[in-house]
């Protein structure tokens, strides 16, 4: 999948892949930034966390 994000300078292949996973049995979700964000209770909250991070890393890079 050819796309570009805000902060490249040239456009790249970027991959889609399953972003949760468990660290000693709690659940996770990792970022472009390399990092893991969480713990979750279960799938649906780690997705309403997902999209809690989307919404802040934008309004982030709107504030610039």
Excluded at 15 to 41: K, Q
Excluded at 56 to 61: F, V
């Amino acid at each position: 999948m050819y796309g570009m994000r805000a902060q490249d300078n040239a456009p790249a292949t970027h991959f889609r892949s399953d972003r949760l996973c468990r660290v000693n049995g709690e659940l996770y979700f990792s970022t472009r930034e390399n990092t893991l964000e969480g713990p979750f209770e279960n799938a649906e909250v780690a997705a309403k966390g997902i999209q809690a991070y989307i919404e802040r890393m934008q309004e982030s890079t709107a504030n610039r």
